[in-house]
């Protein structure tokens, strides 16, 4: 969201509030998923707000886990179990108590199906959109949190899930795709609901060097992480796993391989790990019932190439990361 | 802020909230000024509202002091030092690079008088209104937690610094009210920035048996402390510390004596101690600088009663508590 002759949201986190956190290396610069709290803790806060991140009139309980999916997704992506949230609401009038009792209906599904407990809120009302933020407060295990830095060469890039599913939704719900009802109903509900790895990030703590979520795009958020690992990365297009739903599509539509490389908000986790890790990482995915695929590699340099089946090198417009 | 046939803020976070917090004693069934995290540590969160708690073209240093003010409060009011905060930002286009300096800016002097360090945030565009949340965590000592919870029969009630200020500001700012300029400037500020007794509230841990702050207003709180306290409060209406120009106000006008203690917004420190603890708390009101002055005593039964100087019940119309 772009406002002219701004500096933009990254410029304006590096220049003025990256130095309010001196003093505080668990900050990690602004620059993680989430913020190191004392010795076993990570904390992170994520806010939606209606009209930008949701539509007026979606349902509350959708709002609700939406909200905690996205701040779940931080916490997992640092290696850590998400354990209490507090909450702060800003309500316009028109949230009645009818919405406000389907809004918790929704957040208590959600801590039962993610194991998490209330601490702590705000309510205000608000002459404007509705406006939520979740602090989400996670517990690491001894083998500690795992950063976005720490990718080396030699690794291999894995992730979690299949990945494009939410921005072929939001392709497929603008009605620009030929697709089968079901197809259409599982990229869209990609979209609307991330579902975050959390019972998959824990268990990678020890495992993986470096690590975060997938939602300003794959290979937007692999340039991330290689950045600040100082590191290349090299995917294998052919490699990604797509869902049934997303193979359709771009048997549809091929040039949606780009869609599917670049676009954001899948939440699924992608991490560098060395090779030797790849029998834990089978027990894991066996353990959780999520598949995690190996597409790619981490070597010398700087930068993020695909590759496609041939070797060749795919040049995108966009990498899917640049917020300006 | 009443929306037709609601149960209310209070009866919305009972019923529906509250019961989220099931299994996390932390929360303190949601009724106390922050939440305890693990053994020794406090978190809360509180935003505010461009048109709400603040007005359109405020300072942006101004709002920024008065957001992290108003979370520095609540910790202090657990008995923890505060040391660490996070920040969730959601700003309408009109917030260009300068508004957002300004407001680091005065992020940034809060911190340095405070003792804070920014862990993490999000910010996000709205097309709404600027709307802020802060999330403050906070260190207790060995004496733990002191909650609003403990008043016993026997303690006597004290407060910090002086009451009504802030709501007197706000009359005054109304113009109602004929006083000198220095009065008039010194009550505005008292409302439009919160001075949270920080270097206070630590102190008090073992001393005080139940202690909050006064954001409700005086009469108010005290029924809050003394309603899950299980106790009755008594206050003297003549012993409540006044600044100048408060007592200049009320020379005034004398019927004000009702805004002074059922008025909100002072981000006092009232608590109940134990007689015993009075050179204690000399000693630490000679440290701080901060005034703390006993106004009335723990008694068995419920309810707060007001007595002016010849011990007789005084009557308001509202006890500042109720928001509908």
Redesign the interface.
């Known amino acids: ?1 772009g ?1 002219t ?3 933009g ?1 990254f410029g ?2 590096r220049r ?2 990256a ?6 290396p ?2 990690l610069d ?1 620059t993680d998923d ?2 190191l ?2 010795g076993d ?1 990570v ?7 209606e ?3 949701f539509r007026a009139g979606d349902p509350p309980e959708l709002v609700a886990r939406k909200l905690l999916r996205v701040n779940l997704s931080d916490v997992a992506a640092m290696g850590a179990r998400p354990e ?1 949230w ?5 309500l316009p ?1 028109h949230c ?2 009818a919405w ?2 389907r809004f ?1 209906a929704g ?2 599904a959600d ?1 039962a199906e993610y194991g998490i ?13 509705i ?1 939520l ?1 979740v ?1 989400m ?1 996670g517990r690491l295990g001894v083998a500690g949190a795992v950063k976005r830095a720490g990718a080396r060469p030699g690794d291999l890039v894995f992730v979690t899930g299949t990945i494009g599913d939410a921005a072929l939704g939001l392709v497929a719900a603008g009605r620009a795709l030929d697709l089968g009802f079901a197809a259409r109903q599982f990229l869209e509900e990609r979209y609307l609901l991330p579902r975050p790895r959390v019972s998959v990030g824990w268990r990678l703590a020890g495992l993986a060097h470096a690590m975060l979520d997938v939602s300003d795009g794959l290979v937007g958020d692999l340039e991330h992480m290689a950045e600040v690992s100082g590191v290349a990365a090299e995917i294998d297009a052919a490699a990604i796993p797509l869902s049934d739903a997303a193979a359709e599509a771009l048997a549809e539509a091929p040039g949606l391989i780009e869609t599917v490389l670049t676009g954001g908000d899948d939440y699924e986790l992608l991490f560098a790990a060395p090779s030797e890790a790849a029998p834990a990482l089978r027990a894991i995915a066996a353990e959780t019932g999520v598949p995690i695929t190996p597409i790619g590699r981490i070597r010398e340099g700087k930068g993020v190439r695909a590759l496609d089946r041939d070797g060749g090198v795919l040049d995108f417009a966009t990498t899917g990361y640049r917020h300006v």
């Open positions: 969201v406002v002759g701004s500096i949201e304006r986190i003025w509030f130095p309010l956190t001196e003093g505080a668990g900050a602004l989430a913020a709290l004392g803790q904390v992170t806060v994520d806010a939606i707000v009209g930008v991140h209490h507090l909450l702060a609401m800003a009038s009645d108590d406000v009792e918790a957040l208590a801590q407990r209330l601490l702590g809120g705000d309510s205000t009302a608000t002459p404007g959109p406006t933020a602090t407060i």
